[in-house]
C-alpha cells in the first residue's frame, strides 16, 4: 500500500519562504519518480515540480528560480524549497507518484502567502 504524508504547509508573508516534506511507504521515490502539484481555489490542479524516475527534473514555468525540489533517498522523502513565495502561489499542495500505473496522492498541505 503506497502513503504519502506532506507536512510543512503554513501562513508566509510574501517574499518569504517555506519547505514542504513528502514521506512515502510503500514505495521509492528513486525508481518510480514523484512530483509536487498545487491546486488554488476555483482552479485546476497544475504541476508545480517533478522528478522522473531517470532523475530529470521539470518545474513550472512560475516557479522556476524559486522553488527547488530534492530528495532524500535513505528517508524516502521528498522536499520542495519554496523561496520568494508570492501570494499566487497560494494553494493546497500534494505530493504524487504514480506506480504500476496508479496514481498515488498525499492528503494535500495548504500553502497561504498573504501580509
Known amino acids: 500500500q503506497v502513503q504519502l504524508v506532506e507536512s510543512g504547509g503554513g501562513l508566509v508573508q510574501p517574499g518569504g519562504s517555506l519547505r514542504l516534506s513528502c514521506a512515502a511507504s510503500?514505495?521509492?521515490?528513486?525508481?518510480?519518480?514523484m512530483g509536487w502539484y498545487r491546486q488554488a481555489p476555483g482552479k485546476q490542479r497544475e504541476l508545480v515540480a517533478r522528478?522522473?524516475?531517470?532523475?530529470?527534473?521539470n518545474y513550472a514555468d512560475s516557479v522556476k528560480g524559486r522553488f527547488t525540489i530534492s530528495r532524500d533517498n535513505a528517508k524516502n522523502t521528498a522536499y520542495l524549497q519554496m523561496d520568494s513565495l508570492k501570494p499566487e502561489d497560494t494553494a493546497v499542495y500534494y505530493c504524487n507518484t504514480k506506480k504500476r500505473s496508479i496514481d498515488y496522492w498525499g492528503q494535500g498541505t495548504q500553502v497561504t502567502v498573504s501580509s
Open positions: 510503500g514505495t521509492i521515490f528513486s525508481i518510480y519518480g
Open positions: 522528478f522522473s524516475s531517470g532523475g530529470s527534473i
